[in-house]
């Protein structure tokens, strides 16, 4: 079984920083993409950023403000998000597609979610 444990949300101030950080574990022959959604209340859940080998993308909204990282050896991905703004309050969504052995597709895996609160 494989699971995703998000951490590092809360609440910060208009302008501050947070630095979310989502391991994965569990019975994992390879991961391939790993990413951050987020969904406000009221909307649909939108991709903020992914990262795989071949590189990143973001939405345009974060763009030079956010930044993905992964750390392959610890099967971890990180989101730091620096001049946050009213509108990145969300809860934030770790997703990895993820194999759990060579013979098997990989799946689309969600973490349960942290709350990032942006205050003015």
């Known amino acids: 079984q494989v699971q995703l444990v998000e951490s590092g949300g809360g609440l910060v101030q208009a302008g501050g920083s947070l630095r979310l950080s989502c391991a994965a574990s569990g019975s994992i022959f390879s991961i391939n993409a790993m990413g951050w959604y987020r969904q406000a209340p009221g909307k649909q859940r939108e991709l903020v950023a992914a990262?795989?080998?071949?590189?990143?993308n973001y939405a345009d909204s974060v763009k030079g403000r956010f930044t993905i990282s992964r750390d392959n050896a610890k099967n971890t991905v990180y989101l730091q998000m620096n001049s946050l703004k009213l509108e990145d309050t969300a809860v934030y969504y770790c997703n990895a597609d993820i194999s759990i052995s060579q013979y098997r597709e990989p799946m689309d895996y969600w973490g349960k979610g942290t709350l990032v609160t942006v205050s003015s």
């Open positions: 990262i795989t080998s071949g590189g990143r």
